[in-house]
């Protein structure tokens, strides 16, 4: 069964076919309802808070109304939109056709921005992972924004390009981990690739062997499925504005090796591409997004499994660039596989380098599932990232990468040990460590965490997989100098 997210499209009236119809109210003007619904509303707990809905029933043959609520007036922004539309989309997934209106009333928020983020709200709210339900849970299949003003039919396709790729890096994250082996994440691609007219490269095995890909094979030792090495080109129309790196853990299911996790650390590891389909989803939007500048992914790809010959810990393999590294914890193998991809990345020259990965329960430690860290020593490249996430509310917070830390990856008998030396910081050493292999040029590091798989709903994000980094990679590369 395909994604069952509702497309958007765009009219200046709401259509007839729709069964439901949105009213953004803001907080400061309930009154603005007449005093009868305003009545009804506050009796109902509706005070307009972003967030808040009410369903107001009208007379057959009608669309029913949706109270939305939008804070106070003054305080409207892209955010409030965003979740706004979300909260409205939550009110109506059992209809088919609804029609929205919180892109008409945008106060200072600029008419594209604003049609973009109820996009996203109604979009990102309403998607379910159905591939393997036989009954859909959500009807929801038109969203009509309506709206008028020149370039909003372009802002529209723009928005709802963005959102099919956050969607295509949810459906990535959320497919079993036995059912998207490396072989197949490549094959799927491939295929949006050649959708989007972006120049896609397979490695298989032999070539890693060839281009010494260390890492990758270290981990992939213990599966009986091959890896993959995926790199994807986008190229703009006329002169690229810049060139862009994007770097993704494709670990498409950690059971950490023979440094094995425990059956509840392993429940969600279908969940370790997340950093890849975070990728995958942001080269998706970008030509739809108008990108100008020239994007190239890297990622790499297996399972970490604990076949009869699967590293031991004490095992020592030598990376892309050169460097061994023993591996003491085979569960810390996000690292390992970046190690090369991101060596590679360096070779290519690009004007700067962002991974993104679910590299450590530590960075969720520090900073909670709702935010990603962010770490990195260029400053201009930190405070992009910092902006996408800020426009994107898909939040990020730095880390720091302290120096003194570095002598924990010193190890007796190689250049360098995959872990630390005990069980604080992991997030830092974990940077640390693909520091190492990243090259003396701008880099930024997103370490997930969990924020790549939710246990509830909130705004724009539903339970399971969140798709989280493809809206800020989208967001990032869309305005990079441009
Ligand atoms: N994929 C995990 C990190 C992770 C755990 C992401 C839970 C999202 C949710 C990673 O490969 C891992 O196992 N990291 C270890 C590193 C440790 C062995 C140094 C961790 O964070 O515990
Ligand atoms: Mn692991
Ligand atoms: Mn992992």
């Not at 020149?150 to 969607?167: P, S």
């Not at 949810?170 to 072989?183: C, F, Y």
């Not at 500048?293 to 020592?316: E, H, K, Q, S």
């Not at 993104?356 to 930190?382: F, N, Q």
Request: proline share 5%; with cysteine; charged share 20%.
């Amino acid at each position: 069964m395909a994604s069952p997210t509702p497309q958007a499209r765009l009219a200046t009236t709401v259509p007839r076919s729709v069964t439901a119809v949105d009213q953004p109210v803001a907080s400061d003007q309930l009154d603005d309802l007449g005093p009868d619904l305003a009545r009804s509303a506050r009796l109902a707990g509706f005070e307009g808070k972003v967030g808040q809905t009410m369903v107001v029933p009208g007379p057959a043959n009608e669309p029913i109304r949706i109270l939305v609520g939008i804070g106070p007036a003054d305080e409207l922004s892209v955010g409030v939109l965003r979740r706004a539309a979300a909260a409205a989309a939550r009110q109506v997934t059992r209809h088919q056709a609804v029609a929205t209106t919180l892109a008409e009333e945008v106060g200072a928020v600029d008419g594209a921005a604003a049609i973009a983020a109820v996009v996203e709200g109604y979009r990102l709210a309403a998607y379910r992972y159905e591939e393997f339900k036989t009954h859909p849970d959500v009807a929801l299949r038109r969203v009509t924004v309506i709206a008028r003003g020149r370039g909003m039919r372009a802002a529209l396709d723009r928005a709802n390009g963005i959102v099919d790729g956050a969607v295509f890096a949810r459906d990535l994250a959320s497919a079993p981990g036995g059912t998207l082996l490396p072989a197949v994440f490549a094959d799927r691609l491939v295929e949006m690739a050649s959708e989007q007219g972006l120049e896609a490269e397979v490695w298989e095995l032999d070539r890693l062997e060839a281009e010494k890909f260390g890492g990758v094979l270290a981990v992939n030792r213990g599966s009986t499925n091959p890896p993959r090495f995926v790199i994807l080109r986008y190229r703009p129309e006329g002169k690229p504005t810049g060139d862009l790196a994007f770097v993704g853990k494709g670990i498409t299911f950690d059971a950490g090796g023979l440094s094995i996790k425990t059956a509840a650390g392993m429940m969600t590891m279908k969940i370790d591409m997340g950093g890849a389909a975070a990728v995958a989803g942001a080269m998706a939007a970008l030509r739809p997004g108008g990108c100008r500048a020239a994007v190239t992914a890297y990622i790499p790809m297996t399972d970490n499994m604990l076949g009869g010959d699967a590293t031991r810990p004490g095992d020592v393999f030598t990376a892309r660039n050169g460097k061994t590294v023993e591996v003491l914890n085979t569960d810390a193998e996000g690292r390992l596989i970046l190690a090369d991809a991101l060596s590679y990345a360096v070779e290519q020259q690009h004007d700067l380098i962002v991974d993104i990965a679910t590299l450590t329960g530590s960075a969720s430690a520090a900073l909670g599932t709702g935010m990603a860290a962010l770490m990195g020593r260029d400053e201009e490249l930190l405070a992009s990232v910092e902006a996408s996430a800020a426009s994107t509310g898909e939040k990020v917070w730095r880390l720091p990468l302290p120096s003194e830390y570095r002598k924990q990856l010193d190890s007796v008998v190689a250049d360098m040990k995959n872990i630390g030396n005990g069980p604080y910081g992991g997030a830092l050493i974990a940077g640390l460590f693909l520091a190492e292999f990243a090259g003396d040029g701008p880099w930024a590091h997103i370490d997930l965490g969990l924020s790549a798989i939710a246990d509830g709903d909130d705004g724009v994000i539903v339970k399971g997989a969140t798709g989280f980094g493809a809206r800020l990679l989208t967001d990032l590369a869309l305005n990079w100098r441009a």
